[in-house]
């Protein structure tokens, strides 16, 4: 991954942010601000490298401050391969690290064996019992879970929703969207208590089986480096490494010294 394919960044970069995208989006200097309220994802609520103007990151970096301070929040920079190495230089300069290390894999669909172990129930639609999963698996609030399916309703690319039940309880969720030969997968969760029972495998299985139903060749999907099984799962799968961002906070109290326009 020292050298990421750029065109292969660029493809999911711009897959991911159509099929997860944010309620704002403001375009700056090569860079897009997003923001989504009531969402805490990161990827929806990020200023993010599109293709990167030279020389003037600290202009993106007032902007993003000056629009997440209507959210009450410290702007969060996204870093990917297209950042290139002047935003990490200009960030690590200002005493700031990166963290949230994530890793972009792929898989090619044709050379997999995505048959699941064990059945789901995957749907064209958000059911309520999706979001049940999904939610619990996470402790996310109501309003949230509110919030995330108003964004899912966004979504203008064709989508899955996979549920695994335990009984007639819904304990695993998750999501794929196809586009341009390619499905992300998205939301892959497991409430706590029935974790490490294969439910995962069943929902990624699932999806992947429907991604190249609807005609993708090829996978994608996100997962935090320091999440061992879940790396270990998508590894069985044949999912391999494309590239791997991470995310650095922007504190009120980092001055921002390069002389900046008139942003408005």
């Known amino acids: 991954m020292n050298n990421p394919d750029l ?4 493809v999911l970069e711009q897959h991911s942010a159509r099929c997860w995208p944010a309620t704002f989006v403001d375009s700056y200097c090569g860079w897009e601000i997003r923001r989504t309220p009531d969402v805490s994802s990161g990827r929806v609520n990020s200023v993010n490298a599109i293709a990167p103007e030279s020389g003037q990151f600290d202009q993106v970096l007032v902007k993003a401050r000056a629009l997440f301070d209507e959210q009450e929040e410290w702007p969060l920079i996204r870093i990917h391969p297209l950042a290139g190495e002047e935003p990490v230089q200009r960030l690590e300069a200002l005493g700031l690290h990166g963290q949230g290390d994530t890793v972009v894999k792929t898989l090619t669909l044709f050379d997999a064996v995505v048959s699941p172990t064990l059945s789901c129930l995957v749907r064209d639609t958000m059911t309520p019992d999706w979001m049940i ?8 609030e109501e309003e949230e879970r509110q919030a995330i399916a108003r964004t899912l309703s966004r979504v203008t690319v064709r989508q899955a929703f ?3 039940y335990d009984g007639d309880r819904p304990v695993a ?13 998205f939301q892959i969760s497991t ?3 029935a974790r490490r029972r294969g439910f995962g495998q069943a ?9 190249r139903e609807a005609g993708a060749s090829q996978a994608y999907l996100q997962v935090e480096v320091k999440n061992d099984v879940a790396r270990r799962l998508y590894r069985s799968f044949g999912f391999e490494a494309a590239y791997v961002y991470s ?11 390069n002389p900046t326009p008139n942003i408005r």
């Open 203 to 211: 929902i990624v299985g699932s999806l992947l089986a429907w991604g």
């Open 133 to 140: 999963a999904y939610g619990d698996a996470h402790d996310t």
């Open 7 to 10: 065109e292969i960044v660029r």
């Open 247 to 257: 995310y650095w906070w922007l504190p009120d109290d980092i001055e921002l010294v």
């Open 191 to 193: 409430v706590p208590k």
């Open 173 to 185: 969720s998750g999501r794929g969207a196809v586009a341009d030969g390619w499905v992300g997968l």
């Open 162 to 164: 996979a549920v695994f």
